[in-house]
């Protein structure tokens, strides 16, 4: 083994050892995409598969824990969505089957699904947008933390993925941090792990999987798109918020700006009341994920992506993926070496 791979081995190895891998790199969980064959494929290519639990029913969530762990006998995680009305049932779903790590996403967890999760036997990771809220996780008992910056595909924050690790990682030394959004390349895992991350959390770059069920034409999709094509959904009047999410511009997200101004004008027009016109808003594009993802109707449905898409340039097995981060990563290690020698 190389010194720049032992010394990548070192820098994640906090990581590592929270995640029970070979290696710190989780999988984003993706609504349609992350399930039992791309999550196995990247936890038996050594990285850390998530299942995105998203609006699944318990029973649904438990089938599906089962086959994954039919595909893999690496550890392997279960987001979960804090808003989902079923939350407590899901969590112990995750217990009774075993599950090692639960993500917890969506907004600020309940401390008591925190502990709950805990009692069960399973480690907690919680998504945090900042410093505060990261210091405020720990205390109610999460394992570790999650930041994703504004660059990562489907909902997003408002700040960059650079920023917000400058403002977290010194801030937050108790628990491993793993870094998300905009991250396609080796070079740029390294840069994290030495400011003083645990890991990264990749989901664009997984797409394109071999292992991935995502429809053909939704993958194609992603080889075709340059990192300027994938933007925040756009709000049209502030009284009517929408909750930005990046993906993949086409023919839905084009008329959903069209499509909000009709809302908005029958609203001034009296036709309708605000509660209704916003509840519009909101269903425009109820379905649309799936429609892409698995039907591959990629001019109305939604191609949630993040701007790493411009990486994206083949459709590859999950261990070539892996195996290619890993290689840039030690080579970027490497580069260096004759210089540290130096100093």
């Known amino acids: 083994m190389s010194s720049a791979r032992i010394r990548l081995d070192r820098l994640w190895q906090r990581g590592r050892d929270f995640l029970g891998t070979e290696v710190a790199i989780m999988g984003g969980a993706m609504s349609w995409v992350s399930e039992r064959h791309l999550v196995s494929a990247i936890s038996n290519a050594g990285g850390f598969g998530v299942l995105a639990c998203g609006s699944m029913t318990p029973e649904l969530l438990a089938a599906e824990i089962a086959a994954t762990q039919a595909l893999t006998a690496k550890p392997f995680g279960v987001n979960l969505i804090t808003m989902h009305p079923d939350l407590a049932e899901l ?35 919680c998504f945090a947008p900042t410093a505060a809220f990261a210091k405020k996780l720990v205390r109610a008992g999460a394992g570790a933390i999650v930041i994703e910056g504004t660059e990562a595909g489907g909902h997003i924050g408002p700040v960059s993925t650079s920023v917000l690790a400058q403002e977290i990682l010194p801030a937050v030394r108790d628990v491993p941090v793993f870094v998300a959004g905009g991250i396609g390349r080796g ?66 997200s084009r008329r959903f700006i069209e499509f909000q101004h009709e809302v908005i004008g029958r609203f001034r027009q009296g036709e309708i009341d605000q509660k209704s016109a916003q509840l519009e808003i909101e269903h425009y594009w109820a379905g649309a994920l799936r429609k892409a993802v698995i039907e591959g109707d990629v001019e109305n449905g939604s191609l949630m992506a993040g701007q790493s898409v411009g990486m994206v340039a083949r459709e590859e097995p999950t261990t ?13 290690l490497a580069a260096r070496e004759p210089a540290e020698a130096i100093l």
Do not use: W
């Not at 997984?206 to 992603?222: D, I, L, Y």
């Open 91 to 125: 969590i112990e779903v995750c217990g009774r089957y075993g599950v090692s790590h639960v993500v917890l996403a969506g907004g600020l967890p309940q401390a008591g699904s925190i502990t709950r999760i805990k009692e069960l036997g399973a480690k907690v990771l």
């Open 187 to 252: 070079e740029a895992i390294v840069s994290y792990l030495e400011m003083g991350a645990s890991g990264v959390q990749l989901g664009t770059r997984f797409v394109c999987a071999t292992e991935c069920v995502a429809h053909p034409k939704f993958k194609q999709a992603f080889i075709r798109a340059q990192a300027r094509d994938a933007v925040p959904s756009v709000q049209v009047d502030p009284g009517f918020p929408v909750i930005p999410v990046r993906s993949l511009v086409n023919t839905a």
């Open 320 to 332: 070539e993926i892996i195996g290619e981060l890993i290689e840039q990563a030690v080579q970027a």
